[in-house]
């Protein structure tokens, strides 16, 4: 018999609180253990970034905005060969109003820390994207990393992160299961694959938000009974990868993308293998998770930064099934 959903809920939180003291203590570790060949000094704090904007994708009558991004790059004082790259993709439901402007702090602040950081805008519903298109641009997106890291050779496609948050928190879970997805799929045979994902308050679960609001349906064009194909393509929840470690960072007052959604995925890819980690952040609702100005702000960058520097060293690994 299961437990009783209290207790369940309790057990998740301890699991949480733990899981914050490891994410946190990970670099002080890794770092005490010693590094291998290639390793690079831990980002700190500089102080200053660079930014340009890049467009990856031209298509006929779509803004050049909508299919850019804005690379964040560290000061020169921070330089030291390639920096560990962090893709950081904005949400807003999927639906037009919101883009990369409202992360733009979060990169600076980021990219301020050492890290190159890609922030990248695409085409949401009500603004030409919707299903495929979302999907296929914030692949293309993603994957233009390697064109950028051409003619920026401080990006260090070995060690790419993807970080979203909301909506963007979805595409970004969703990445690290592209290397899972059929050839014709859209975002299938990526060109980079991420070394971790960290979501802030993501939709980990297309289904269970559809209860919330219209926004999946919108984004999805119909619900998992009318396109189950589209579902099990990108529900974070059913396209996984235990590869790739994702650490979930939530609100205990989100009341948009409710906590249990990240305590579900975290759950599920563990039991799957995989390397994942639950972070629940007290008295904390949806938004502030990714506002530079919230006072639990830098305990998020910094476990951000202990993720995109060490990887899959810096995740409990799962037990599998």
Same mark, same amino acid.
């Given at each position: 018999?299961?437990?009783?959903?209290?207790?369940?809920?309790?057990?998740?939180?301890?699991?949480?609180?733990?899981?914050?003291?490891?994410?946190?203590?990970?670099? #002080?570790?890794?770092?005490?253990?010693?590094?291998?060949?290639?390793? $690079?000094? =831990?980002?700190?704090?500089?102080?200053?970034?660079?930014? =340009?904007?890049?467009?990856?994708?031209?298509?006929?009558?779509?803004?050049? %905005?909508?299919?850019?991004?804005?690379?964040?790059?560290? =000061? @020169?004082?921070?330089?030291?060969?390639?920096?560990?790259?962090? +893709?950081?993709?904005?949400?807003?439901?999927? &639906?037009?109003? !919101?883009?990369?402007?409202?992360?733009?702090? #979060? !990169?600076?602040?980021?990219?301020?820390?050492?890290?190159?950081?890609? @922030?990248?805008?695409?085409?949401? !519903?009500?603004?030409?994207?919707?299903?495929?298109?979302?999907? $296929?641009?914030?692949? #293309?997106?993603?994957?233009?990393?390697?064109?950028?890291? %051409?003619?920026?050779? %401080? &990006?260090?496609?070995?060690? +790419?992160?993807?970080?979203?948050?909301?909506?963007?928190?979805?595409?970004?879970?969703?990445?690290?299961?592209?290397?899972?997805?059929?050839?014709?799929?859209?975002?299938?045979?990526?060109?980079?694959?991420?070394?971790?994902? +960290?979501?802030?308050?993501?939709?980990?679960?297309?289904?269970?938000?559809?209860?919330?609001?219209?926004?999946?349906?919108?984004?999805?064009?119909?619900?998992? /009974?009318?396109?189950?194909?589209?579902?099990?393509?990108?529900?974070?929840?059913?396209?996984?990868?235990?590869?790739?470690?994702?650490?979930?960072?939530?609100?205990?007052?989100?009341?948009?993308?409710?906590?249990?959604?990240?305590?579900?995925?975290? /759950?599920?890819?563990?039991?799957?293998?995989?390397?994942?980690?639950? &972070? /629940?952040?007290?008295?904390?609702?949806?938004?502030?998770?990714?506002?530079?100005?919230?006072?639990?702000?830098?305990?998020?960058?910094? #476990?951000? !930064?202990?993720?995109? %520097?060490?990887?899959?060293?810096?995740?409990?690994?799962?037990?599998?099934?």
């Amino acid at each position: 018999m299961p437990p009783p959903p209290h207790t369940s809920v309790g057990r998740r939180r301890w699991a949480a609180a733990i899981i914050v003291a490891l994410i946190l203590v990970a670099a #002080a570790v890794v770092a005490l253990r010693g590094r291998t060949a290639g390793d $690079t000094d =831990s980002p700190v704090p500089t102080g200053r970034a660079s930014v =340009s904007t890049h467009q990856y994708l031209s298509v006929p009558d779509v803004d050049p %905005e909508t299919l850019s991004g804005f690379l964040f790059r560290p =000061s @020169s004082e921070a330089m030291n060969g390639a920096r560990p790259t962090i +893709v950081l993709i904005h949400g807003g439901g999927w &639906i037009k109003g !919101a883009t990369a402007e409202y992360v733009r702090p #979060a !990169a600076q602040a980021l990219a301020a820390r050492g890290f190159v950081v890609w @922030s990248l805008n695409y085409r949401r !519903a009500g603004d030409g994207g919707g299903w495929p298109v979302t999907f $296929t641009d914030l692949a #293309a997106g993603v994957d233009h990393l390697a064109r950028l890291q %051409e003619s920026v050779p %401080e &990006i260090d496609l070995s060690r +790419v992160t993807v970080v979203g948050h909301s909506a963007g928190g979805q595409l970004a879970a969703w990445t690290a299961g592209r290397g899972t997805l059929p050839d014709g799929a859209p975002g299938a045979r990526p060109t980079v694959r991420p070394h971790a994902v +960290v979501s802030l308050a993501g939709v980990l679960d297309m289904r269970l938000s559809l209860t919330k609001n219209d926004h999946v349906l919108r984004v999805m064009g119909g619900t998992p /009974e009318q396109f189950p194909d589209r579902y099990l393509l990108v529900d974070p929840l059913e396209r996984m990868d235990p590869r790739v470690p994702v650490v979930a960072i939530t609100g205990t007052d989100d009341t948009v993308v409710p906590p249990r959604e990240a305590a579900e995925y975290v /759950e599920a890819l563990r039991r799957n293998g995989g390397s994942t980690a639950l &972070i /629940e952040i007290p008295q904390t609702g949806h938004g502030e998770l990714v506002d530079v100005h919230n006072a639990w702000w830098p305990m998020i960058a910094s #476990a951000i !930064a202990t993720v995109a %520097e060490h990887g899959p060293r810096a995740v409990p690994a799962g037990t599998g099934a």
